[in-house]
């Protein structure tokens, strides 16, 4: 970098960026191509027990962690967790909760719109994938003497992270289940968490169990999701 690549506004330093720029024919391959791979990315339900590195986890969180967030707080903590006692407590107070869910909680409209999904109260891949990732989200900041600083558009922060963060897990040919036991105090509990952080997502990262079955969902088309206004 060169002195000219830097600036300072209202005091504050800023750095020259540089986006990559395509010819039209380009941009329509790059976002095709990148559009046709993100479409083969799907939720896999049975996961293998291979170990992936801890360095892969690591690098997946950094990619997260590149997302955008309100004012840049930045809003978020990635607990990764590969402690097979760990792991089976969690499984053991998620399926506590599921149960309750299932039989309890959810409607029936509900639990016949999950019906095609095969998905039940059992969650034996909390126990087998290699590795569990749960997303909390800072709803405030602790500052020093006690005083509580709210962040900003937390949900939608750290919604878009993890939404980079399953983009990272494709990308490594790696894949993942959105998991959403409700309530998730009970991971605060588990991995003692701090006052300011809540449970969002809990993630398991593996590689799948071969052969692997997926339902046979088609996603929305253009026509049923956009509006041009041109
Ligand atoms: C917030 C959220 C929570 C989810 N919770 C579960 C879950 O608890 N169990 C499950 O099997 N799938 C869960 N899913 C995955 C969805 O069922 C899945 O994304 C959807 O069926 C589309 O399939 P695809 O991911 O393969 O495109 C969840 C997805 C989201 C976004």
Known sequence: MNATDTIYINGYKHVSYHSDIFSEEELTIKSKSFYEWLDKRRSVRDFSDKNVPKEVIENLIKSASTAPSGAHKQPWTFCAISNPALKKQIRNEAEIEEKESYENRMSERWK?????????????????????????????????????????????????????????????????????????????????????????????????????YVPDLKRKGLDEMTVFYE
């Open 112 to 212: 016949k719109d999950l019906e095609p999904l095969n998905t039940d109260m059992h969650k034996p891949f909390l126990e087998i994938a290699p590795w569990l990732i749960i997303a909390f989200k800072k709803v405030y900041e602790l500052e020093s003497g006690g005083h509580k600083h709210n962040n900003y558009y937390v949900n939608e922060s750290i919604g878009i992270a993890c939404g980079m963060l399953i983009s990272a897990i494709h990308n490594a040919g790696l894949v993942t289940l959105i998991h959403t036991p409700s309530p998730m105090n009970f991971l605060t509990n588990i991995l003692k968490r701090p006052s300011n952080e809540r449970a969002f997502l809990l993630l398991p990262v593996g590689y799948p169990k071969l052969p692997t």
